[in-house]
C-alpha cells in the first residue's frame, strides 16, 4: 500500500515569513494530494489539493507543487500569520482510499 | 458548504462497555470513512464504506465495527471498548470519483 512520509514534524517561522512542509510518497499510482490544516480542537479542514497532472497550484497565500518523477509534493505558505498557526497534514492516494503524513505543528511568531 | 457532523464531541466510557459513535453527513456522498487520530501515529484509516450496507475494513479494523443504513449516516460500533481505544475519532465523506474528503469535528473518547 501507499506509505506518505512528512517533514518537518515541528516548524517556528517568524510572522511574514515563508513556510514549506514536504511529503513523499510510494506508491506511482497515486494521483490525488490534498492538505490539511487542523487547528486545535477542530476536525481537519482542506486547505488545497493538487492531481497528478498539475504541477503546481496556487490559492492566494497558499500554494503546492508536485514532483511526479520524484513522488514529493510540498506545500508552501507565503507570508504566514499567527492564524496560520495549526497542524497541517499532506495526504496522498485515489479515489476511495488516501494516506496521510503524520503532521507538522506550525507555529508563527508574531 | 459541506457539512459532516459527529454525534458527540467528547466521551467517556468505561472499558467493556458497547460505544457508538454516529456521523451524519449532507452532501449526499457516496463515501464516508471513520479514521482513528493518535500523536505520532497520524491519521489511521478504520473502516470505509462506498455505498449503503457496503464497507470494507481499513488499516486497523480490529475491535471496531460500522454500520451504514442510510446514505448519509455512518456509524462506528466498539463492541467491547478497552483502555487502547482511548483516541480521537475522525469521520470524514467524500465523493466517489474526486477523492476529496471532509472531515467532521471529531470526537474525543476515553475509556476508562
Known amino acids: 500500500g501507499e506509505n506518505v512520509e512528512q517533514h518537518p514534524s515541528t516548524l517556528s517561522v517568524q510572522e511574514g515569513d515563508s513556510a514549506v512542509i514536504k511529503c513523499t510518497y510510494s506508491d506511482s499510482a497515486s494521483n490525488y494530494f490534498p492538505w490539511y490544516k487542523q487547528e486545535l480542537g477542530k476536525g481537519p479542514q482542506l486547505i488545497i489539493d493538487i492531481r497528478s497532472n498539475v504541477g503546481e497550484k496556487k490559492d492566494q497565500r497558499i500554494a503546492v507543487t508536485l514532483n511526479k518523477t520524484a513522488k514529493h509534493f510540498s506545500l508552501h505558505i507565503t507570508e504566514t500569520q499567527p492564524e496560520d498557526s495549526a497542524v497541517y497534514f499532506c495526504g496522498g492516494g485515489g479515489a476511495n482510499n488516501l494516506f496521510f503524513g503524520t503532521g507538522t505543528r506550525l507555529t508563527v511568531i508574531p | 458548504d459541506v457539512k459532516v457532523t459527529q454525534s458527540s464531541r467528547y466521551l467517556v466510557k468505561r472499558t467493556g462497555e458497547k460505544v457508538f459513535l454516529e456521523c451524519v453527513q449532507d452532501m449526499d456522498h457516496e463515501n464516508m470513512f471513520w479514521y482513528r487520530q493518535d500523536p505520532g501515529l497520524g491519521l489511521r484509516l478504520i473502516y470505509f464504506?462506498?455505498?449503503?450496507?457496503?464497507?470494507e475494513k481499513g488499516d486497523i479494523p480490529e475491535g471496531y465495527s460500522v454500520s451504514r443504513e442510510k446514505k448519509e449516516r455512518f456509524s462506528l460500533i466498539l463492541e467491547s471498548a478497552s483502555t487502547n481505544q482511548t483516541s480521537m475519532y475522525l469521520c470524514?465523506?467524500?465523493?466517489?470519483?474526486?477523492?476529496?474528503?471532509?472531515f467532521g469535528p471529531g470526537t474525543r473518547l476515553t475509556v476508562t
Open positions: 464504506s462506498y455505498d449503503v450496507k457496503m464497507k
Open positions: 470524514a465523506s467524500g465523493t466517489r470519483d474526486t477523492g476529496e474528503q471532509y
